[in-house]
């Protein structure tokens, strides 16, 4: 099958091109920044300015739809975004689009979240059949960001957040299962195997890698903060992934 992955350069893709590129099918990845992956062809395209993205999508026979921008013109790139490209997959009659999302898009009112959400419709409001799965953090997004609170002296994290973690190979392994199973409208929710602490998950995580600079747990104040502790970006009941956090950490991967 011919697939064209947005964001194919991504902490997921990167788990997603290979495998899909291994089973046989010919992929693309649309990358704006020119990064390439290895075993997939690239193609230059914007979902900022829409430049690149009818040549992307025409031809391909699923659209996987990864690329997001958290940091930077979210709005513009991901609800905008996905608009555009959603319009340019049902011109060029793309038979089927799988959109990633996030487990508590609906339930924890930050921003991005809410761009995330703002997504989903523009994908459920489109012309194209769609499937979109939504998952809980990636334990590789999870070890870059207390990779970045451990970088100074005390190390500070949310007290009491309560997170699923999973794995993004076993993600992409169900995305890959989406791909060929063809449309299949809103998934069950995809976490992983434990239900845990934001404070559990650094204090495993310095365990693993002999940080030994002292761990504070603050409690943050806001509403997102208290969307999160009552488990919000959680999804108890479908506790999918198979590899737990440790066993990430010791190098197991999906
Ligand atoms: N990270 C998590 O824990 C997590 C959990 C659940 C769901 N998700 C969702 O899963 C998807 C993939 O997540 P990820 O963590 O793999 O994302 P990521 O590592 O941040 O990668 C996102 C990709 O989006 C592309 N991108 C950014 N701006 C773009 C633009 N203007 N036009 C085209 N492409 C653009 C970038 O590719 P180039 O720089 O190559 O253009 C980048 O590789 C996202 O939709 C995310 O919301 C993530």
């Known amino acids: 099958m011919k697939v064209l992955v947005t964001g194919g350069t991504g902490l997921l893709g ?8 291994a089973a046989g099918h010919q992929v693309r990845v649309m990358t704006h920044s020119g990064r390439k992956v290895v075993g997939a062809g690239s193609i230059t395209g914007d979902l900022l300015t829409g430049a690149g993205v009818a040549e992307a999508v ?38 089927h689009l799988v959109y990633v999302s996030i487990v508590g898009v609906d339930r924890v009112p930050y921003a991005y979240y809410k761009a995330k959400l703002a997504a989903e419709k523009a994908v459920q409001a489109g012309a194209v059949p769609w499937t979109i799965l939504r998952a809980t953090q990636f334990f590789s997004y999870i070890d870059i960001l207390l990779r970045d609170r451990a970088e100074v002296p005390v190390m500070v994290v949310p007290k009491g957040w309560r997170l699923q973690p999973v794995d993004s190979g076993e993600v992409a392994a169900k995305v890959m299962e989406c791909v060929l199973t063809g449309a299949r409208g809103m998934l069950p929710e995809f976490g992983g195997p434990e239900v845990t602490t934001s404070e559990l998950l ?37 506790r999918f992934g198979r590899i737990s956090w440790t066993q990430w950490m010791a190098g197991a991967r999906g």
């Not at 990167?14 to 590129?21: G, Q």
């Open 14 to 21: 990167a788990r997603l091109v290979p495998r899909l590129a």
């Open 58 to 95: 025409a031809g391909a026979e699923c659209v996987v739809h990864l690329a997001s921008s958290p940091r930077a013109e979210t709005q513009k790139v991901d609800v905008l975004g996905t608009q555009g490209l959603v319009e340019m997959a049902r011109r060029a009659s793309v038979p």
């Open 202 to 238: 650094a204090q495993a995580w310095k365990a693993a890698h002999a940080v030994h600079r002292p761990l504070v747990a603050l409690p943050f104040p806001g509403r997102v903060s208290r969307a999160l502790g009552k488990g919000g970006a959680t999804c108890p009941d479908n």
